[in-house]
Structure formats: C-alpha cells, structure tokens
C-alpha cells in the first residue's frame, strides 16, 4: 500500500513515464512530469501489468488526476474504446500536514519567577 486512499488527496508524480501502446506508438498526451504536484480525482485500472506487482495478473491500480486527461485507448482485444489511469506505483503521498513546532521551542524558554 502506497498511502494514496482518497479523492482529493495531493500526490507528488516520483518518476519519468513513457507510455506507448502494443505497437510502440506514443500517443499524443500530457503526461504527468517527475516532482510536480496533482490531485487524485478517481481511482481505476492502469491497465499496465507487471508480473511481480499484478494481483492475480491483473492490471496495477490507477488514478485519475484532475488536472491530466486519464490515458485513452482502444482494448487490444476487443477493440472497444477503453480509458485507463495513471499507475499509482508512479506518485506518492504529499505531506500535507503543517508543520509547526512553536509548542515545542516555548518548551525551551526559562520560566520565570514573578517576585
């Protein structure tokens, strides 16, 4: 498990992608680029399947980030119109907590003793 788990959630994209279909072709999409920021908007298949990540040698587990377009494509197979996620395996997590340790410097200061 990754950490990503909700609609909404901030991901960081954590390496380069390169997508091309059975025939080797690039499509004409954005892809999402290493170190920028998206939103999770959904959640379905990759359609990407790697032996040693696949459950039941099914395809890893996408997302649909709100601001790219999923990846669009037609089944190998069936020739029917499919829409796929980005794999999850590519983001991580944004930290999205504040950061703030001023309850712990005033910890530091000498108290005083009023006279």
């Known amino acids: 498990m990754n950490g990503i788990n909700r609609r909404g959630q901030k991901v960081v994209c954590i390496m380069t992608l390169v997508i091309e279909d059975c025939a080797g072709n690039l499509p004409d999409l954005t892809l999402p680029e290493e170190g920028e920021v998206y939103t999770v908007a959904d959640f379905r298949d990759s359609g990407m399947v790697y032996e040693h990540q696949s459950i039941d040698g099914e ?3 996408g997302i649909d980030l709100v601001e790219i377009s999923s990846i669009r494509g037609t089944d190998f197979e069936t ?3 499919v829409v796929l996620g980005w794999p999850i395996v ?6 999205e907590r504040a950061t703030d340790i001023k309850i712990f410097t ?3 200061e000498p108290v ?3 006279a």
């Not at 590519?90 to 930290?95: G, S, T």
């Open 79 to 81: 020739k029917e119109p």
């Open 106 to 108: 005033d910890l530091l």
């Open 90 to 95: 590519a983001f991580e997590p944004l930290d």
């Open 59 to 61: 395809g890893l587990p």
């Open 112 to 114: 005083t003793e009023p």
